[in-house]
């Protein structure tokens, strides 16, 4: 029996290779964007708490923004790593096509909502016990991050594009590279912006944002320019922009497997901000803690991300040959290996929990609400792995619809109402209801389970027999 489960959840040096070499640049690309998002966090963490605040509200609202371009995009590309699989050079660009339309579209209506009502969005977030005074400071703070953040949508969802497209078609690295420069432009400009070096001004959490919206614009000339440069490695790029028209045949296809992602992009990344606004009704020590612990959860993440991506790329140009016993096979084995090694870093982030909160300049109330977030989310972190990859698994398969349900109905369902129920009618610490909501999500790891192993996802979206 043991041999059994070896075989079935343990791959040979090869396997691991092979995924290695597909997760690690994303990982390493992602790691490195995170990290600069952790200084960046310090940096700003410097200037005192409110303007921290501010910041992470701001951030907490964008990350809507950011998950629905990348549920967008996901749509299409799940069609893109099946064509590739396929050799199909004009269906990748079609979707190349789609996507852009669909992310201007979302980064349109994106900048509609912040411009009208932003700061009535980041009111919601002020509440506790703090003055009135340091209330305003957070809002001034966070109103003048917005401003500036909103110029650095298009070149973000224009990169999206492209390197969304080069990673289902197995080029890992050259958006790696593009972040690592990127993460370069924007630590030495947020040195130089916000504390005013080497002659430049002292902007504060303006120049923080000025440092990102510059560091995106790189990052995105950066893929554009060598995707074009390299059309022998591209050869779906050649003629891309002679038009912009979609068939509208595969439009259609595109969005009624796509939009359920991106819908559940939005609602659930919209849950996560509703349940962080039931945490700030604990104080702004609340919002500040979780905050500091977010940014280091991020960055232990990001493996157990890269390793979603990889099975949406390998387990999705697997399915686009027709190999399914092959991408059940590498499924099973990817998860396995993605919650094994959870353990391991989930054990570093207990060690560090009480420490990492003492670089911040702030107070001992945040700090030791810090401490305790980082501590739930280490508990959790195994829990998470798991979910991360049934979720892409789901969508390497086209199984949009279900991922809605599996996602989005789990946060509204289950971790939206919980988190208003505890925050509102007990008087729990914030760090309780935090974990409270986190083992809410059990529920979905059956659910999770059950749609893997019955092989929902086991099929090619791409073969005209298949709708």
């Known amino acids: 029996m043991i041999q059994r489960y070896k075989n079935k959840f343990i791959g040979s040096r090869a396997f691991y290779i092979q995924i290695l070499g597909i997760a690690v640049p994303i990982m390493v690309q992602n790691g490195i964007t995170n990290f600069a998002g952790l200084l960046d966090n310090i940096m700003v963490g410097q200037l005192g708490t409110e303007q921290m605040s501010g910041v992470s509200i701001v951030n907490q609202l964008i990350f809507v923004y950011n ?101 289902a078609c197995g080029e890992t690295t050259v958006p790696m590279r593009a972040g690592v420069t990127a993460v ?15 002659g430049f001004p002292c902007l504060g959490v303006r120049g923080a944002a000025i440092a990102t919206v510059l560091s995106r614009y790189v990052e995105f000339f950066s893929v554009a320019v060598w995707t074009h440069r390299h059309e022998e490695q591209n050869p779906y790029i050649v003629g891309i922009y002679q038009t912009l028209k979609v068939p509208a045949t595969l439009a259609k296809r595109y969005f009624v497997k796509g939009i359920p992602l991106l819908i559940n992009e939005g609602l659930w990344s919209g849950g ?19 905050n500091i612990a977010n940014t280091i959860h991020d960055l232990f993440n990001v493996s157990f991300q890269a390793l979603g991506e990889s099975v949406a790329i390998i387990v999705g140009q697997m399915l686009g040959a027709g190999k399914m016993r092959e991408a059940r096979d590498t499924d099973n084995k990817m998860i396995a290996f993605a919650v094994l090694s959870s353990f391991g870093v989930a054990l570093i982030m207990l060690v560090i929990a009480p420490l990492f909160p003492r670089i911040y300049r702030t107070d001992a109330q945040v700090r030791a609400a810090a401490a305790g977030f980082i501590a739930v989310q280490a508990v959790f972190l195994p829990q998470n792995a798991f979910l991360n990859t049934i979720y892409f698994t789901l969508q390497a398969g086209g199984k949009t619809g279900i991922t809605f349900i599996y996602d989005c109905v789990c946060i509204w369902g289950i971790s939206v109402p919980l988190a208003f129920v505890l925050s509102r009618y007990t008087g729990l610490d914030a760090r309780v209801i935090y974990a409270l909501v986190e083992a809410g999500e059990w529920s979905k790891c059956v659910l999770g389970f059950i749609m893997v192993k019955k092989g929902v996802w086991l099929q090619n979206i791409i073969s005209d027999t298949q709708t």
């Open 67 to 167: 998950l629905c371009v990348f549920g967008g995009m996901a749509g299409a590309g799940m069609f893109t790593a099946q064509y590739f699989g396929l050799g199909d050079n004009e269906g990748i660009r079609h979707t190349f096509r789609y996507k852009i339309w669909l992310g201007l579209s979302v980064t349109l209506i994106t900048l509609c909502i912040f411009l009208l009502w932003g700061d009535k969005l980041i009111g919601l977030y002020l509440n506790g016990s703090a003055g009135r005074e340091e209330l305003r400071t957070v809002l001034y703070c966070g109103m003048d991050y917005l401003r500036i953040i909103l110029s650095g949508l298009p070149p973000f969802v224009l990169l999206q594009v492209y390197a969304s497209t080069l990673r």
């Open 184 to 198: 370069l432009v924007n630590l030495a400009l947020n040195y130089l912006l916000i504390f005013g070096k080497l």
């Open 272 to 290: 996560t901000a509703v349940v962080a606004q039931c945490y700030s009704l604990r104080g702004l020590a609340v919002v500040a803690g979780l």
